[in-house]
C-alpha cells in the first residue's frame, strides 16, 4: 500500500508571496492533518480535516487555510508568506478514529527569502 | 494545561550501549500514545502504539512501555542505524483529535 505523498518536495517563495502544498493520504484514510515542524518549536498542529470538513485547528493566524476534497487529498495554502513560516511541513492520514495511528508523509521544505 | 516533555534532549551511546528515553505527560483521558522515529529532513516514521497502563510493544532493538504518567522508549544493544530523532505524542480524549507532540530526544550512536 503506497504512504503518504506530498507535493512539491521543495519550495522558494519570497515574502509577501502565497504557496499551496498538496497532500495524499494513504488509500482508505479519511483524515488528514498537517503540521508545522521548525527547530525552536517542534512540530505544531494546524488543522485537521475529515471528509471534506475542518475537524480542529491549532493555534494559528488566519493566512494559514486548507481544505480536503472528495477523495481525500488535502491542500493547505499559506497566503502573505513571511520569513518566520519558512519550515518543514507535513502532512498526516488516519483512517478516521482518534485513536488511530497517524502516519506521516515526507514533507514539504518551505523556504520563504 | 495539557503537556508532553521528552528527556534527554540529545543522549550519545556507544554501539551496544543499552539505554532508555522518557516521554511524560500531563494529559486527562489519554487516547494513545504514539513513538516515532525522525531521521533528518524527513517525516516522522510510525513505530508504535500504546493505549493503556502497563502496555508493551516491541520491534527488533525498541521496546515501549507506558504507566499512567510516562513512558520509556527502551533501546537494547543499539547500533548506529539506530541514530535519530524520537518523537513521542500523545492523543488525549474530547472533541478534538490532535496530537501533541513532545520536542524529541535526539539519539547519536556511535561505532
Known amino acids: 500500500k503506497a504512504g503518504v505523498t506530498q507535493t512539491p518536495r521543495y519550495l522558494i517563495k519570497t515574502r509577501g508571496q502565497q504557496v499551496t502544498l498538496s497532500c495524499s493520504p494513504i488509500?482508505?484514510?479519511?483524515?488528514v492533518s498537517w503540521y508545522q515542524q521548525t527547530p525552536g518549536q517542534g512540530l505544531q498542529f494546524l488543522f485537521e480535516?475529515?471528509?471534506?470538513?475542518?475537524?480542529n485547528k491549532g493555534n494559528f493566524p488566519g493566512r494559514f487555510s486548507g481544505r480536503q476534497f472528495s477523495n481525500s487529498r488535502s491542500e493547505m495554502n499559506v497566503s502573505t508568506l513571511e520569513l518566520g513560516d519558512s519550515a518543514l511541513y507535513l502532512c498526516?492520514?488516519?483512517?478516521?478514529?482518534?485513536?488511530?495511528?497517524?502516519?506521516f508523509g515526507p514533507g514539504t521544505r518551505l523556504t520563504v527569502l | 494545561e495539557d503537556q508532553v516533555t521528552q528527556s534527554p534532549e540529545a543522549l550519545r551511546l556507544q554501539e551496544g550501549e543499552s539505554s532508555s528515553l522518557n516521554c511524560s505527560y500531563t494529559?486527562?483521558?489519554?487516547?494513545?500514545l504514539f513513538w516515532y522515529r525522525q531521521d533528518p529532513g524527513k517525516g516522522p516514521e510510525f513505530l508504535f502504539t500504546?493505549?493503556?497502563a502497563g502496555e508493551e510493544k516491541e520491534k527488533e532493538r525498541l521496546k515501549a512501555t507506558l504507566t499512567k504518567k510516562e513512558s520509556f522508549l527502551h533501546i537494547t544493544a543499539p547500533k548506529p542505524e539506530d541514530s535519530a530523532t524520537y518523537l513521542c505524542?500523545?492523543?488525549?480524549?474530547?472533541?478534538?483529535?490532535?496530537?501533541?507532540f513532545g520536542t524529541g530526544t535526539l539519539l547519536a550512536v556511535q561505532p
Open positions: 494529559v486527562s483521558g489519554l487516547r494513545g
Open positions: 488509500s482508505g484514510h479519511r483524515s
Open positions: 480535516y475529515f471528509s471534506e470538513t475542518q475537524r
Open positions: 500504546l493505549y493503556s
Open positions: 498526516a492520514s488516519r483512517r478516521q478514529g482518534a485513536s488511530d495511528t497517524q502516519y
Open positions: 505524542a500523545v492523543q488525549f480524549g474530547g472533541a478534538t483529535n490532535k496530537l501533541i
